[in-house]
Nanobody
Framework: QVQLVESGGGLVQAGGSLRLSCAAS????????MGWFRQAPGKGREFVAT????????YYADSVKGRFTISRDNAKKTVYLQMNSLKPEDTAVYYC???????????????WGQGTQVTVSS
């Protein structure tokens, strides 16, 4: 059974930082591209960042480029999202997702986590 478990969310002031983690189990992690998406209240799920199987290729939404960094540790079967210079508009539930075999900026991922709440206060 595939499981993706996010952690690291919380409440932070604008300008602060958070690091999200997503631990995977039940799949050959190094075969999968990984992505982060988010969903704010009353809005649809939107792409945030993605990373390929080996970590050598990344893509970001324009809204987070230069502030967020996606990375992965295949030995630990974990993907990370370092979020700096957070803004109130970054408030959302953040989801990690796994996709075979390549990166994608759309929602066509094979597996999804349950999400972790990030709240940025002004």
């Amino acid at each position: 059974q595939v499981q993706l478990v996010e952690s690291g969310g919380g409440l932070v002031q604008a300008g602060g930082s958070l690091r999200l983690s997503c631990a995977a189990s039940g799949l050959t992690f190094s075969n999968y591209a990984m992505g982060w998406f988010r969903q704010a209240p009353g809005k649809g799920r939107e792409f945030v960042a993605t990373i390929n199987r080996w970590g050598g290729t990344t893509y970001y939404a324009d809204s987070v480029k230069g502030r967020f960094t996606i990375s992965r540790d295949n030995a630990k079967k974990t993907v990370y999202l370092q979020m700096n210079s957070l803004k109130p508009e970054d408030t959302a539930v953040y989801y990690c997702a796994a996709r075979l075999p390549a990166v994608s900026t759309t929602n066509d991922y094979n597996y999804w986590g349950q999400g972790t709440q990030v709240t940025v206060s002004s």
